[in-house]
Nanobody, 116 residues
């Protein structure tokens, strides 16, 4: 069983930055594929950024060049540095992990609000 707890959301003005963090339980964190998704009310949850066990990151087009995903296997954390935010980034952001069997886990989400 993996538990994920996000933190770091909040209100920021357009052009500003936020850093989200996800703390994970589980002894095999280094072997998980982890990532961030977001959901706007009334829309499907969408991929933001992810990073595999190899450490190679990948990004959605809307995040490329503005967001940076990173992981600390020793601390069992996953971070998302978000720069140059715009109002379209307003959403609930969720941490996600997939263990080696493919089982998916989700955090409870953290809200990000970007004002114009």
């Amino acid at each position: 069983q993996v538990q994920l707890v996000e933190s770091g959301g909040g209100l920021v003005q357009a052009g500003g930055s936020l850093r989200l963090s996800c703390a994970a339980s589980g002894r095999s964190f280094s072997r998980y594929t982890v990532g961030w998704f977001r959901r706007v009310p009334g829309k499907e949850r969408e991929f933001v950024a992810g990073i595999g066990a190899s450490g190679r990151p990948n990004y959605a087009l809307h995040a490329e060049g503005r967001f940076t995903v990173s992981r600390d296997n020793g601390a069992h954390t996953l971070d998302l540095q978000m720069d140059n935010l715009n109002p379209e980034d307003t959403a609930a952001y969720y941490c996600n992990a997939a263990d080696i069997s493919g089982q998916l886990y989700w955090g409870q989400g953290t809200q990000v609000d970007v004002s114009a």
